[in-house]
């Protein structure tokens, strides 16, 4: 951290068409919001930067479907989004919005200064034009049917049944969404970045030097490099949005993409008059926090921006996490699949750190994870009940009972081996829970500070000085022990309050209140310290930092998600199979001898490249890191995912496999899937491991 003198931390723009879901939180806002505790604690000058975006299509098409105007759109939903973060402690500095003047301005001056510095093409090109609402019209207000699943209601940039990526031109029978009119096609003219351009200084800045990107962020870059960048659109034919500032350009906006990230520069000049401290001096680490969905914008488009633009810094790191499912099922906003967050809060009041636990233990850091309503009442009571909670709970209540309320003294003369290993766990526990952070990995930082509260039950049941006063007589005569004891205890709960807080904030400060000490013992500084709730000074009666979550409270979480869920908008989408008819298991096949088993050579290795092969609809063309090599791996699932869907994820290679020619590319190996009813699914391990790492 030495070379930084500030921090810029930023969180995803969700866009104002909705409320936010417990899969947008696991996916950036907790561990930014994590990290930027954390920094705080260390007494950092970091700046936690957040807002919504307000602009682009799905904007207009909500106002449409509500038949109000985008700014009601926005006001409403901008609301519910900015509470909704605020009760979950995600505690940003400015929680901003893209459609005040502040930004406005911010983002056509930065277009601007790209145009007067030559650095936009101009280009004519012909796209569909809605006759009857005389609008040319943006992907999304484009309907017709998708050529690869007959689905009657598929969009302009994605058929919903089918999954498939489409474009306008491919739609069968278009027509647009504000008439139903079917569209015809004229010239309009926009603003092009020419992306192509920065290819050498992104693979020098990006691929050369941040090697040390996670595997999912720097092998999607990677693809896309290696694909070749193109010119792209900066500008869009729409009346809402941040206007294009040159002559001649009416009803011409700013692309939304092009305007979002902008957000992040306009919100810090709104938080504070030294913002150009925080985006213009190259000891700022600029750190972008965002779901997979939005790499190439964050890594590749706005790093180009800057760059194009001149005088900002770059992203020192852009940690990006998968996706989070629900019940097993992707999250469909649409669909109503999802937990959302505002509901959550009134569902679960003064509970909002069960829920931070429980996103950041399954956070989908390497690949994508599943949140069930099972686990979270498992992981609250099995763990932050039965452990963290038990163990600050048991030292309080035992302080008071045999220590009369007051923190006892240590005595050096009788204290033993498991008192001095109380201090080794403090350390080793704070330098864990530091290396985590700094490398992005909450998970494991998470699991470390939940060890810290696992030593201290074990220290205190291996003490048991309610044994020792089982008697009057019998606690007279070791006093001494029973105060080494719940001394060490009240000094693990305090350093616990310490490693908790970036996680569970609402935890820490009720620890803070039981032992009547002031936040500032929650900076960093003091972790590890045996001296931080001083002798003879009384604290407070204990309470419950945690409640058990009944079965109950469970099945009417589930029976609300799937009550809740809506129909798929696509008027002819199958219905979906009922359980029962999952297709029977492929019958076994004869049976082998150990030795034909062990001459398999079986390692996990992560994707770092995919594209589609020439010419062949069912073939991808994989680059797998297996550790000691990069191997090319030819494999039939283009029919079953994207090739920027799967880069990063880990999977299990057949290592010996001899090679083989498939439409003239030499396959290294082949790639282990397990078949679902037709559907296709990696054999990859629980937890992410060493690219090379055996199967056995």
Not at 562 to 590: C, F, I, W, Y
């Amino acid at each position: 951290m030495a070379k930084f003198n500030r921090y810029l931390i930023t969180a995803a723009l969700p866009y104002a068409n909705g409320p936010v879901h417990i899969g947008h939180l696991a996916g950036c806002y907790l561990p930014a919001d994590i990290y930027v505790r954390y920094l705080r604690a260390k007494k950092a000058d970091v700046k936690f930067i957040g807002g919504t975006d307000e602009h682009g299509v799905p904007i207009t098409i909500k106002a449409m479907q509500e038949n109000i105007s985008p700014q009601d759109i926005v006001d409403k939903y901008y609301n519910i989004i900015n509470e909704s973060f605020a009760e979950m402690g995600i505690s940003f500095d400015i929680f901003s919005r893209t459609s005040r003047p502040v930004h406005h301005e911010t983002a056509a001056d930065f277009f601007l200064k790209m145009y007067n510095d030559g650095r936009f093409e101009e280009k004519e090109s012909e796209q569909y034009f809605d006759e009857v609402k005389q609008v040319f019209l943006a992907d999304r207000y484009i309907i017709g049917t998708c050529p690869n699943c007959g689905n009657e209601k598929a969009y302009g940039d994605q058929c919903e049944r089918c999954g498939s990526s489409l474009s306008p031109e491919e739609l069968i029978n278009p027509r647009s969404a504000l008439s139903d009119a079917v569209p015809v096609k004229r010239k309009t003219k926009h603003w092009y970045m020419p992306l192509q351009q920065y290819e050498p200084w992104l693979r020098e800045w990006l691929l050369e030097g941040h090697k040390e990107w996670k595997n999912n962020v720097y092998g999607q870059c990677k693809s896309w490099l290696d694909n070749g960048l193109q010119s792209r659109a900066m500008t869009r034919d729409s009346n809402w949005g941040v206007k294009v500032p040159l002559p001649n350009a009416e009803g011409k906006v700013l692309y939304v993409w092009f305007d979002a990230p902008i957000g992040y520069i306009s919100a810090t000049k709104e938080l504070t008059p030294d913002w150009a401290d925080y985006w213009c001096r190259e000891d700022t680490k600029l750190v972008h926090f965002i779901g997979k969905d939005n790499i190439v914008f964050h890594c590749i488009i706005f790093p180009a921006m800057l760059k194009a633009h001149g005088g900002f810094v770059l992203p020192e790191n852009v940690p990006a996490n998968e996706f989070l499912n629900i019940e097993g099922e992707k999250v469909s906003t649409s669909r109503n699949w999802a937990v959302w967050v505002h509901e959550y809060v009134k569902d679960f009041p003064d509970q909002q750190d069960v829920l931070r636990y429980v996103l950041c233990s399954t956070a989908p850091e390497t690949k994508d994870n599943d949140f069930t309503w099972k686990d979270f009442q498992d992981r609250n009571n099995n763990e932050l009940v039965a452990i963290l909670g038990n163990f600050v709970n048991r030292t309080m209540v035992l302080m008071h009972k045999l220590c009369k309320g007051k923190v006892p003294p240590f005595h050096t003369d009788v204290k033993d081996d498991k008192d001095d290993a109380v201090l080794a766990v403090l350390q080793n526990a704070k330098q864990e829970i530091e290396d985590a952070l700094e490398n992005f990995r909450f998970r494991d930082a998470l699991q470390a500070m939940m060890n810290v509260a696992r030593e201290g039950n074990r220290y205190l049941q291996e003490k048991q000085p309610w044994i020792l006063a089982k008697t009057p007589e019998l606690q007279e005569q070791h006093q001494a022990l029973i105060d080494n004891c719940l001394h060490l205890c009240l000094q693990l709960t305090a350093n616990l309050a310490i490693f908790c807080n970036p996680f569970l904030p609402f935890t820490a400060r009720k620890i803070c209140h039981m032992l009547k000490v002031v936040d500032r013992m929650l900076e960093w500084e003091n972790a590890g310290s045996l001296k931080l709730v001083s002798v003879g000074y009384s604290l407070r009666p204990p309470e419950l930092l945690f409640k058990k979550i009944e079965d109950e409270q469970v099945a009417a979480q589930v029976e609300k998600l799937r009550a809740g869920l809506k129909p798929s908008s696509t008027a002819n989408a199958e219905p979906a199979a009922p359980a029962a008819a999952s297709a029977p298991a492929a019958p076994q096949k004869p049976e082998i001898q150990f030795d034909d088993f062990a001459k398999l050579d079986l390692r996990v290795g992560t994707i770092l490249q995919a594209e589609k092969v020439e010419k062949a609809d069912k073939l991808l063309k994989l680059l797998v890191d297996i550790g000691t090599e990069k191997r090319t791996v030819v494999s039939g699932i283009a029919m079953h995912f994207r090739p920027e869907e799967i880069v990063g994820k880990q999977v299990t290679l057949v290592a010996n496999l001899a090679p083989r020619k498939m439409r003239g590319i030499e396959s290294q190996g082949m790639i282990l899937m397990a078949e679902d009813n037709g559907k296709l699914v990696f054999v990859n391990p629980a937890e992410a491991v060493s690219p090379g790492s055996g199967v056995s």
